[in-house]
């Protein structure tokens, strides 16, 4: 168990539709971190918070957006779905906003139908 | 453009012998490089990783090496156990940030009796 939880486990929804994607980082951790993992990819790095504050930006669509809250969870809002964000959505959290030592949790499996 | 390639989707080692997964990379600019194990239905968990300074780590029976002059490096379980099935993500980055690490698209070992 690395610390990190992430809600739902498994999604399915309709193309067009919008999803939320939630994460509590490990205790103490302030950077949250979004990846994507699509069939036979690798994990494309999305998006990074530290302290509720932007810090990085990936791959990441403008149909999808993230925020981190002050109690430090991080919510991953995915809009007109299609069906290629079928996916494997992973948040990780840190300590710092640097370093590369990361904690992933299980992930959010999204289905698009 | 793929800057982490893992050319072997999938690789089968008997109990007992060495496993070597591969990777190569195009980004000369890269300084660290970390690999990753994930089970199913869990998140990826920092397995070794080594910076760019060094050409070799060691952490019990897993090595790492790197060959900077062929942007390629490999990782070594001697032996092989059945709990090292799972399936081996390469990465690397370019500076300290985790937000700068790439993944390649990883390779699943198998550990057979």
């Known amino acids: 168990d690395s610390g990190v939880t992430q809600t739902p486990k498994h999604l399915i929804t309709a193309t067009g539709q919008r999803v939320t994607l939630r994460c509590s980082p490990r205790s103490g951790d302030l950077s949250v971190y979004w990846y994507q993992q699509s069939l036979d990819q690798g994990l494309q790095f999305l998006i990074q918070?530290?302290?509720?504050?932007?810090?990085a930006k990936g791959n990441i669509l403008e149909r999808f957006s993230a925020q981190q809250f002050p109690d430090l969870h991080s919510e991953l809002n995915l809009s007109s779905l299609e069906l290629g964000d079928s996916a494997l959505y992973f948040c990780a959290s840190s300590v710092s906003q640097g370093g590369n030592t990361i904690y992933f949790g299980e992930g959010s499996w999204l289905t698009v139908v | 453009d793929q800057q982490v390639k893992q050319n072997s989707p999938s690789l089968s080692v008997q109990e007992g012998r060495i496993s070597i997964l591969n990777c190569d990379y195009t980004?000369?600019?890269?300084?660290?490089f970390l690999w990753y194990k994930k089970y199913p239905a869990e998140g990826p968990t920092f397995l070794i990783s080594?910076?760019?300074?060094?050409d070799k780590n060691e952490d019990g029976r897993f090595t790492v090496f790197l060959n900077k002059s062929a942007k390629h490096l490999s990782l070594h379980i001697v032996p092989s156990q059945p709990g090292d099935s799972a399936v081996y993500f390469c990465a690397a980055s370019e500076g300290s940030s985790a937000s700068k690490i790439i993944f390649g698209s990883g390779t699943r070992l198998s550990i057979r009796p």
């Open positions: 918070y530290y302290n509720g504050e932007e810090r």
């Open positions: 980004n000369s600019m890269f300084d660290y």
């Open positions: 080594i910076s760019s300074i060094k």
